[in-house]
Nanobody
Framework: QVRLVESGGGLVQAGGSLRLSCAAS????????MNWYQQQPGKERELVAT???????SYADSVKGRFAISRDNAKMTVWLQINSLKPEDTAVYVC???????????WGLGTQVTVSS
């Protein structure tokens, strides 16, 4: 089982940057694909960034070039660097760990990012 705790959110002006962290505890963190989702009020949770156990990354079109996901398996941590923030990036950002067999999926509670114009 994997427990996830996000941090690093806050209130920032448009154009600013934030670095979100997702600290994991549990076993075999390195085998999980790690995802960041964006949860906005009234909308479905949207996948914005993925880093696989092998280190491959992928992004939603809406964040390409501005978001960067990374991981350190020794520290059991995943980061989401968010640059050139826009008001439409305002959301709760939620970390997810997905077992490669798709049989296990774990979620954090999220961290709030608010971007003012």
């Amino acid at each position: 089982q994997v427990r996830l705790v996000e941090s690093g959110g806050g209130l920032v002006q448009a154009g600013g940057s934030l670095r979100l962290s997702c600290a994991a505890s549990g076993t075999m963190f390195s085998i999980y694909d790690m995802n960041w989702y964006q949860q906005q009020p009234g909308k479905e949770r949207e996948l914005v960034a993925t880093i696989t156990s092998g280190g491959s990354t992928s992004y939603a079109d809406s964040v390409k070039g501005r978001f960067a996901i990374s991981r350190d398996n020794a520290k059991m941590t995943v980061w989401l660097q968010i640059n050139s923030l826009k008001p439409e990036d305002t959301a709760v950002y939620v970390c997810n760990a997905l077992h490669p067999s798709l049989s296990e999926s774990y979620w954090g509670l999220g961290t709030q990012v608010t971007v003012s114009s």
